[in-house]
């Protein structure tokens, strides 16, 4: 009872900081509507270009033009809900090297949680509504596809952040790995958006691993097209070690944590 | 005593003369400051190893589909450097407007307006100083991967030639369309979107994933008249596959864009300099 008492707090806490943050997005109206306006006319253009592409070449091994919407629309709605929810993962590494965590650790709530939703990234919103916008418009798929594909977003979305907050961590072993979290991120979401047929070897088994682009696009799309228990078993299985192992590394580099001696309030 | 004849002809080339040693100059500082974090820029440039190979492998794989050695001409050796050659150039581009925006928004655009020197052209030679540390890095490490993926390129001494003329083209072009975004900053809340929107009809239209060929007919010709192609895939077709009537089209299209850019660039300057206001303090 107490778990299930727990996780609606936790829910609330969330959703209160998803409010709190799309509220002070709001207060500059017209830069967030062009924000969002644009990350979807930039998702599109993209799609549109790679629907082109493939409709003109298609691939072998069972391939259809339709799966590039699918990877497309399963990659920005896992991408937005992890930048919308836990907007402030890309910047842990700076937190941690200019003492910013401080703010935090005096909270009663769970320090890593309360970091990764402190802020959110309006353009994110962008992401989301394109990729419903594409699976429910091209796609048209029954309630329940629809209901699987969100569940699939969302655990792409706890991919999304623990993949930060790993990278983000390592900042306290190794020093400033900001720059080092971006490019991951940028590989992470580049490898996401293409066909994992044309990988083997060992690059395949990275896309599985440490880069767990395979997991954001490559199973969803298997799951949407031919549904089966212990597939849905093992996405969600990842997806839980992977949030443990990002928690793990955060926990564990927290006690090497120096503070700052910065004065400041968290903002 | 010494007797001064004015020349208006000399006169003139010293002056061109002294703002070029200027500008240069900033130029040479810039390159300094770019080379200072050399590592950041390698760091950057591992996306553009990340981005060449899954496109190397996605080009390998349509190739394999359709059991062909050339595709719209391109062979699969001509489309790996085709890509490092765009990738190069689109990879290189600095974070331009978001300097003009703060500039403008913090006020330090006042400070730098007082300076002996044409706000633009300070600009412009910094940001050319910034992009060819990032260029030429961009450069080798994807000729590097290039070479170990497909091998030797096939360019011809022409195409060698002629690539840094239509390349310097090109990054005249960005930067006369991203600091006039930049300054876009006196009107709207925001200037990211545009930038954004900018780039990403420069990368998907300006053929950075492919060559314009590989789109259908009616896309392929329009793809090919906007501007966007002379940025990325006019001075990338032109170092892999050289034809001289096609290069000396590129070097007219460039030059209206620029011509066409600049001009909107000055009125949009003008107008936004009567908006700054001085205060003393």
């Given at each position: 009872m107490?778990?299930?008492?727990?996780?609606?707090?936790?829910?609330?806490?969330?959703?209160?900081?998803?409010?709190a943050?799309?509220?002070?997005?709001?207060?500059?109206?017209?830069?967030?509507?062009?924000?969002?306006?644009?990350?979807?006319a930039?998702?599109?253009?993209w799609l549109?270009?790679?629907?082109?592409?493939?409709?003109?070449?298609?691939?072998?091994?069972?391939?259809?033009?339709?799966?590039i919407?699918?990877?497309?629309?399963v990659?920005?709605c896992?991408?937005?809900?992890g930048?919308?929810?836990?907007?402030?993962?890309?910047?842990?590494?700076?937190?941690i090297m200019?003492?910013?965590l401080?703010?935090?650790l005096?909270?009663?709530?769970?320090?890593?949680?309360h970091?990764?939703?402190?802020?959110?990234?309006?353009?994110a919103w962008?992401d989301?509504?394109?990729?419903v916008?594409?699976?429910?418009?091209i796609?048209?798929?029954?309630?329940?596809?629809?209901?699987?594909?969100?569940?699939?977003?969302f655990?792409?979305?706890?991919?999304?952040?623990?993949f930060?907050?790993?990278?983000?961590?390592?900042?306290?072993?190794?020093?400033n790995?900001?720059g080092?979290?971006?490019?991951?991120?940028?590989?992470?979401?580049?490898f996401?958006?293409?066909?994992?047929?044309?990988?083997t070897?060992?690059?395949?088994?990275?896309l599985?691993?440490?880069?767990?682009?395979?997991?954001?696009?490559?199973?969803?799309?298997?799951l949407?097209?031919?549904?089966?228990?212990?597939?849905?078993?093992?996405?969600?299985g990842?997806t839980l070690l992977?949030?443990?192992?990002?928690?793990?590394m955060?926990?564990?580099?927290l006690?090497?944590?120096?503070?700052?001696?910065?004065?400041?309030?968290?903002? | 005593?010494?007797?001064t004849?004015?020349r208006?002809?000399r006169?003139?080339?010293?002056?061109v003369?002294?703002?070029?040693q200027?500008?240069g100059?900033?130029?040479?500082?810039?390159?300094?400051?770019n080379?200072?974090?050399v590592?950041?820029?390698?760091?950057?440039?591992?996306?553009?190893?990340?981005l060449?190979?899954i496109?190397?492998?996605?080009?390998?794989?349509?190739?394999?589909?359709?059991?062909?050695t050339?595709?719209s001409?391109?062979?699969?050796?001509?489309?790996?450097?085709?890509?490092?050659a765009?990738?190069?150039?689109?990879?290189?581009?600095?974070?331009?407007?978001?300097?003009?925006?703060?500039?403008?928004r913090?006020?330090?655009?006042?400070?730098?307006?007082?300076?002996?020197?044409s706000?633009?052209?300070?600009?412009?030679a910094?940001?050319?100083?910034?992009?060819?540390?990032?260029?030429?890095?961009?450069?080798?490490?994807?000729s590097?991967?290039?070479?170990?993926?497909v091998?030797?390129?096939?360019?011809?001494?022409?195409?060698?030639?002629?690539?840094?003329?239509v390349?310097?083209?090109?990054?005249?072009?960005?930067?006369?369309?991203?600091f006039?975004?930049?300054?876009?900053?006196?009107?709207t809340?925001?200037?990211?979107?545009?930038?954004?929107?900018?780039?990403?009809?420069?990368?998907?239209?300006?053929?950075v994933?492919a060559?314009?060929?590989?789109?259908?007919?009616?896309?392929?010709?329009?793809?090919?008249a906007?501007?966007?192609?002379?940025?990325?895939?006019?001075?990338?077709r032109?170092?892999?596959h050289?034809e001289l009537d096609?290069?000396?089209?590129?070097?007219?299209?460039?030059?209206?864009t620029?011509?066409?850019?600049?001009l909107?660039?000055?009125?949009?300057?003008?107008?936004?300099i009567r908006?700054?206001?001085?205060?003393?303090?």
């Amino acid at each position: 009872m107490s778990i299930i008492k727990n996780c609606v707090r936790t829910l609330r806490f969330i959703g209160a900081y998803l409010v709190a943050n799309l509220q002070a997005a709001m207060e500059y109206r017209a830069a967030f509507v062009a924000q969002v306006i644009t990350m979807i006319a930039n998702d599109s253009l993209w799609l549109f270009f790679w629907w082109t592409y493939f409709r003109q070449f298609p691939l072998v091994h069972g391939w259809q033009s339709t799966n590039i919407v699918v990877i497309w629309a399963v990659a920005a709605c896992g991408f937005g809900i992890g930048m919308a929810v836990f907007g402030n993962t890309p910047r842990l590494a700076a937190l941690i090297m200019n003492g910013g965590l401080d703010a935090y650790l005096g909270m009663p709530r769970n320090v890593l949680l309360h970091v990764c939703i402190t802020a959110s990234d309006p353009s994110a919103w962008g992401d989301i509504m394109f990729a419903v916008g594409a699976f429910l418009l091209i796609l048209h798929p029954d309630p329940l596809h629809f209901a699987l594909f969100l569940l699939l977003a969302f655990q792409a979305a706890l991919i999304f952040a623990a993949f930060l907050v790993i990278f983000g961590s390592l900042a306290f072993f190794l020093g400033n790995t900001e720059g080092l979290a971006q490019q991951m991120l940028g590989a992470l979401t580049t490898f996401s958006t293409y066909p994992m047929n044309i990988f083997t070897g060992v690059v395949r088994l990275l896309l599985f691993t440490v880069v767990p682009a395979g997991f954001v696009s490559f199973v969803p799309l298997q799951l949407l097209q031919r549904f089966s228990w212990p597939l849905l078993a093992g996405m969600t299985g990842f997806t839980l070690l992977f949030v443990a192992v990002a928690v793990g590394m955060f926990q564990l580099g927290l006690k090497r944590y120096e503070s700052g001696n910065l004065l400041g309030m968290q903002n | 005593m010494d007797t001064t004849i004015w020349r208006p002809g000399r006169g003139a080339w010293r002056k061109v003369s002294l703002s070029l040693q200027k500008y240069g100059a900033v130029m040479r500082v810039s390159i300094a400051n770019n080379l200072a974090y050399v590592m950041e820029v390698f760091f950057r440039a591992l996306l553009l190893v990340v981005l060449v190979f899954i496109l190397s492998q996605l080009w390998r794989a349509t190739f394999s589909s359709r059991g062909a050695t050339v595709l719209s001409g391109f062979s699969i050796n001509d489309m790996v450097w085709y890509l490092v050659a765009a990738e190069t150039i689109a990879m290189s581009l600095p974070a331009l407007t978001r300097r003009i925006d703060q500039e403008v928004r913090s006020g330090q655009l006042a400070y730098l307006l007082g300076r002996p020197s044409s706000y633009i052209f300070y600009n412009f030679a910094q940001y050319l100083g910034e992009r060819l540390v990032r260029l030429t890095i961009n450069a080798v490490v994807g000729s590097i991967l290039a070479l170990i993926v497909v091998g030797l390129p096939h360019f011809t001494w022409m195409g060698i030639l002629a690539w840094p003329l239509v390349t310097f083209l090109a990054l005249c072009i960005d930067f006369v369309a991203y600091f006039s975004i930049g300054l876009l900053a006196f009107w709207t809340e925001e200037t990211a979107s545009f930038a954004l929107i900018f780039s990403r009809l420069t990368l998907v239209l300006g053929g950075v994933l492919a060559p314009l060929e590989i789109f259908p007919e009616p896309l392929r010709s329009i793809a090919q008249a906007l501007p966007f192609s002379t940025i990325l895939y006019g001075p990338s077709r032109t170092l892999v596959h050289f034809e001289l009537d096609r290069f000396v089209l590129l070097l007219w299209q460039q030059l209206i864009t620029l011509a066409v850019g600049g001009l909107i660039l000055l009125a949009v300057y003008r107008v936004a300099i009567r908006r700054v206001n001085i205060n003393g303090g």
